[in-house]
């Protein structure tokens, strides 16, 4: 008799599993779809697809996840990514921003070179009242044609005190130069003059005259190299280039007063590579000999007539319709 009461109730208790299982089955089957697993904070990284729906359950991890530089916008500032405010499909102006940093002389006529910040704005595009436009929308980096330009320099601040050469002079506070200029370009040349006013610091005109061989040696990568000159006037070379007699008399240096006019001039030779259409890297490289009046002041004499800089920078293009 033990025997089949045993085998009884093991039936039985495999019977009330199984049915218990069915309920719990229906229950699950009447609610909503669970939420889907999620790899990284927020919206970082794609559902996980489940082992019925993944071929292959070993397979890299791209096989998972999408890469979080694909994220959806909300991980990171909404300046990254395309499709927003700075990414108008119709623009009526397109620029091009960059920042880095730059290594160039401490100050004028100096031969030790110091690191600091770099910022540029380039206008590529713009429309006009009328219908008129410059240059070309889908260009990505460079204006066709005759158009303007943004100009701006940022001047660091001469510390005399910190170089034994130029000690006793006056100390000259940074400068922020703003202005404007106009540029012809087509594929594979360019030419601009540009004009600032130094609206922070020295108050006084500047001016750039250019002009670049354009070449592109691959997809994504163009090359420039060209010309430099650089025009200052009477309050500039005072500025940064002139020795009154107390500074005289402080330094040991002579008294020196410069005349306005060509101050230096020089080559560039520059590299932008864009990854995509708004997102690139750029750098240039410039020599600057000083010249006329600038090259004859004690300052340059102490220091170095030939004048080097280095740039490195990220740029964004950005695309506004007003």
Not at 86 to 92: G, K, L, M, N, Q
Not at 206 to 222: H, M, Q, R
Not at 271 to 299: K, V
């Amino acid at each position: 008799m033990r025997g089949p009461r045993r085998c009884r109730t093991r039936a039985s208790t495999r019977a009330s599993i199984l049915a218990a299982c069915a309920l719990l089955a229906s229950t699950v089957s009447a609610q909503e779809p669970a939420a889907p697993v999620v790899g990284t904070l927020q919206q970082g990284i794609r559902e996980i697809p489940s082992a019925a729906a993944s071929p292959q359950l070993g397979g890299p991890l791209e096989a998972v996840t999408e890469p979080i530089a694909a994220a959806r916008p909300g991980v990171l500032p909404a300046f990254i990514y395309g499709n927003g405010v700075f990414d108008a499909e119709t623009p009526d102006m397109v620029m091009t921003l960059r920042g880095g940093v730059r290594f160039s002389p401490a100050y004028f006529g100096s031969s030790t070179i110091r690191t600091g910040p770099d910022v540029g704005l380039r206008i590529d595009h713009l429309e006009l009242p009328g219908g008129l436009s410059l240059g070309s929308n889908s260009t990505v980096g460079f204006l066709r044609g005759f158009g303007p330009r943004l100009s701006a320099r940022y001047i660091r601040r001469r510390n005399s005190d910190g170089y034994d050469e130029i000690r006793g002079l006056d100390d000259v506070p940074f400068a922020l130069e703003l202005g404007v200029g106009l540029g012809y370009e087509r594929r594979n040349y360019r030419a601009f003059a540009d004009v600032r006013y130094g609206a922070i610091g020295h108050d006084a005109w500047v001016s750039d005259v250019g002009a670049d061989a354009i070449s592109y040696p691959y997809e994504g990568l163009t090359l420039t190299l060209g010309p430099r000159v650089s025009f200052g006037s009477q309050k500039f070379m005072d500025t940064y280039f002139g020795i009154e007699p107390d500074e005289s008399q402080a330094s040991g240096l002579a008294e020196f007063q410069p005349e306005p006019g060509i101050y230096g001039a020089g080559m560039e030779l520059g590299a932008r590579y864009l990854f995509n259409e708004r997102w690139g890297i750029e750098g240039a490289a410039r020599w600057t000999r000083l010249m006329n009046s600038a090259a004859d002041s004690p300052i340059v004499t102490n220091g170095a007539s030939d004048q080097y800089m280095v740039r490195f920078d990220i740029s964004r293009r950005i695309s506004l319709d007003f």
